[in-house]
C-alpha cells in the first residue's frame, strides 16, 4: 500500500515562498511519477506540476511556470514543490499523487492517470 504525506502548506502574503514536501511510503517511489495538484475553493482540481520517475522531465501549469519548481529525492521518498512569488490566487489545497510507471521518463498531466493522493495541504496567499 502506497501512502502520500503533504507537509509545508500555511497562510503567508503575497510574494513570499513555501517549499512544500511529499513523503511516500513503501519501497517503490523511484518507480512512480509523481504530481502536484491543486484546488481552490469552488473550483475544480487544476494540474500545477509533473516529475517523471528519474527526475529527469518535468511539466507545469501556464499559471505557475517561472514561479514553482517541482523536485524530487528518490532516496528520501520525498517529492518538492518549490513555491516562488506566491499571489493570492495560488491559495487552494494542493494534493500531491502518484502512479506506477513503466518508463522513466513518464510526465503525467491528468489527474485520471493517477491512483495514489495524498490528504491535501491548505496553502492561503494574503494580499
Known amino acids: 500500500q502506497v501512502q502520500l504525506v503533504e507537509s509545508g502548506g500555511g497562510l503567508v502574503q503575497a510574494g513570499v515562498s513555501l517549499r512544500l514536501s511529499c513523503v511516500v511510503s513503501?519501497?517503490?517511489?523511484?518507480?512512480?511519477?509523481m504530481g502536484w495538484f491543486r484546488q481552490a475553493p469552488g473550483k475544480g482540481r487544476e494540474f500545477v506540476a509533473a516529475?517523471?520517475?528519474?527526475?529527469?522531465?518535468?511539466a507545469y501549469g501556464d499559471s505557475v511556470k517561472a514561479r514553482f519548481t517541482i523536485s524530487r529525492d528518490n532516496a528520501k521518498n520525498t517529492m518538492y514543490l518549490q513555491m516562488n512569488s506566491l499571489k493570492p490566487e495560488d491559495t487552494a489545497v494542493y494534493y500531491c499523487?502518484?502512479?506506477?510507471?513503466?518508463?522513466?521518463?513518464?510526465?503525467?498531466?491528468?489527474?485520471?492517470?493517477?491512483?495514489?493522493w495524498g490528504q491535501g495541504t491548505q496553502v492561503t496567499v494574503s494580499s
Open positions: 499523487a502518484g502512479r506506477l510507471v513503466m518508463s522513466s521518463v513518464t510526465v503525467s498531466q491528468s489527474e485520471n492517470e493517477y491512483y495514489y
Open positions: 516529475i517523471s520517475s528519474s527526475g529527469g522531465n518535468t
Open positions: 513503501g519501497r517503490t517511489f523511484s518507480r512512480h511519477a
